[in-house]
């Protein structure tokens, strides 16, 4: 159980799973009414669940890496943390007993589970935890602003502790579920790195194993028969809080880019799930008394300006291009109609961070006023280059964009690439003035990585960073509410970026999948399984 200070500060965060479905966020249900904990009549179930997936990660290392896809397959399935997120997006203890904040705010201790096993038999230590959250706070930027040097520490056996200058208000939310998650793994895998610096083993505490990758075909879980659960046995998910059971031996993730043979396995009974649905396919799959179809608001769309050099660097510029756009018309040239508006940068499964502060900016589809600030600004016809990646269709929306630009008198070019392409050009201000991108949800703001003056795009101004400091460094979750409010207030003003709406995932499994965890980023399946 938490302690009371940690318990009196997630208190907070109270609100975070309110409303959920009216605001078209992620629910807290679990699909198929099969509570966790629960098997069968007859203890059987079918043994591999083949799930189509349209993305391949560079690596399964969520250190290091932030791709979506990797998250959805091996978040609390290969790799837990120390604490993850409940149903009301509040921090709760995983590989830990426990957890509190020091009264200054400056100090958080974390007193471990004791008999957790890896996946190689060992037991979790206080020096596995160390390694494992030092290498994370390394390699995830808004952890190491967040902490400045401080590091985790042994105290005992069976406690670790960080103690900073700074507020750590916000940091158990931030393990639980930031985009690079705080894996908990050995600490010689920590050391053990390839050349690009990823793990070579994929050694966690989870109710599933990794046990082969076959590149561009599948990856495989198998489940580890040793694991040390958590929680009440036969208690429904709580968010992502978990008696997790593992009744199906074997998860293969098979990876099919083309969503329209993704779709066509679906419907012939080929897969058991399929991710990335397309919004066109959306009411036939529902229609399909055979299939269970979900949608969820999964993330925002970013056009992220280069701040460091170029037309976009004016201020007046980028309040022209916000006044001209028509947030509706670009959202539905990449998303079809699998998308929501909406001004605040948070998703709208963050009840408690949701605001409309600055929202009379938002989507002003004003042309007329985008003229008269780029004839007063002084804009002579420079080239406006927007960067864009051909992954699910974000081209679509670059060339919607360059219309509506271009009838407001911008001399508009695109460079199209792909995904891995953008990944290296946006590093480069020389080669954009604007790139589009996508973040998927985020329990607290200080996750939103465009706020960093060192992120691409290269915010660098200083009411933005004291704005984004006094939130980071408030000790009560109202006072970091409010400067939230005021940060984004000013972001809709100086524009770090424009976020045009929110994007909804789709997803599709058989009616006879039970136990499917739906609660935010996609479905989960530590308690998944179809009955034979």
Not at 88 to 95: D, Q
Not at 242 to 260: C, E, G, H, W
Not at 420 to 444: G, K, Q
Request: proline share 3%; with cysteine.
């Amino acid at each position: 159980m938490v302690k009371r200070k940690a318990l009196g500060i997630m208190a907070a965060g109270i609100m975070a799973a309110v409303l959920l479905v009216g605001c078209g966020g992620s629910s807290q249900s679990t699909s198929g009414g099969t509570e966790a904990g629960t098997v069968s009549e007859d203890g059987s179930y079918k043994e591999t669940l083949r799930i189509a997936v349209t993305q391949q990660s560079p690596s399964l290392d969520l250190h290091k890496n932030s791709t979506l896809i990797a998250r959805q397959m091996c978040d609390g399935t290969v790799w837990e943390k120390l604490v993850t997120l409940n149903g009301n997006a509040e921090a709760v203890p995983e590989l830990c007993e426990s957890y509190e904040l020091s009264e200054d705010g400056k100090t958080l201790t974390f007193v471990l589970r004791k008999g957790v096993k890896f996946h190689d038999g060992s037991e979790m230590t206080a020096e596995d935890v160390v390694a494992s959250m030092n290498r994370w706070i390394e390699s995830f930027s808004s952890a190491k602003d967040m902490v400045g040097d401080a590091r985790f520490a042994k105290v005992d056996d069976s406690t670790v502790q960080i103690t900073t200058d700074k507020s750590l208000l916000l940091l158990p939310a931030m393990i639980a579920g930031a985009a690079q998650p705080a894996s908990i793994t050995t600490a010689a895998c920590c050391e053990n790195e390839d050349d690009n610096g990823f793990m070579k083993e994929y050694i966690g505490t989870g109710p599933y194993k990794f046990v082969e990758w076959k590149q561009d075909q599948y990856i495989k879980l198998e489940r580890f028969d040793d694991y040390v659960p958590y929680g009440t046995e036969g208690a429904e998910d709580d968010g992502w809080a978990s008696y997790k059971t593992a009744p199906t031996r074997y998860l293969q993730f098979d990876i099919v880019p083309d969503q329209a043979t993704e779709t066509a396995g679906m419907e012939a009974g080929q897969y058991d799930c399929a991710f990335n649905i397309s919004s066109d396919d959306y009411p036939r799959l529902e229609a399909n008394p055979e299939l269970n179809v979900y949608r969820s608001q999964m993330g925002s769309v970013a056009l992220v300006f280069n701040h460091k050099q170029g037309i976009a660097s004016n201020q007046y510029f980028r309040t022209a291009v916000n006044a001209a756009i028509d947030c509706d018309e670009i959202m539905t040239a990449c998303f079809g109609d699998g998308y929501e508006l909406g001004s605040c940068y948070m998703d709208a499964g963050q009840a408690f961070w949701n605001t409309d502060a600055g929202s009379e900016l938002y989507n002003q589809k004003d042309p007329e006023k985008a003229k008269e600030i780029l004839k007063e600004g002084g804009y002579n016809g420079e080239t406006f280059t927007i960067l864009a990646a051909t992954l699910n269709g974000m081209d679509n929306m670059a060339v919607a964009l360059q219309s509506e630009l271009q009838a407001v008198g911008i001399n508009v070019e695109l460079t199209i690439v792909d995904w891995a392409t953008l990944i290296d050009y946006r590093n480069d201000p020389s080669l954009f003035d604007m790139y589009i991108t996508s973040f998927a949800e985020v329990p607290v703001p200080s996750l939103k990585l465009y706020f960093g003056k060192d992120y691409p795009g290269w915010s660098d101004d200083e009411k933005l960073a004291q704005l984004f400091g006094e939130m980071t460094a408030a000790t009560e979750m109202d006072d970091a509410k409010a400067k939230w409010e005021e940060l984004q207030a000013y972001s809709w003003d100086y524009l770090p970026i424009i976020c045009p709406g929110h994007y909804l995932g789709i997803f599709a499994w058989d009616k006879d999948l039970e136990g499917v965890n739906m609660y935010s980023g996609g479905p989960k399946f530590w308690n998944a399984a179809v009955r034979e």
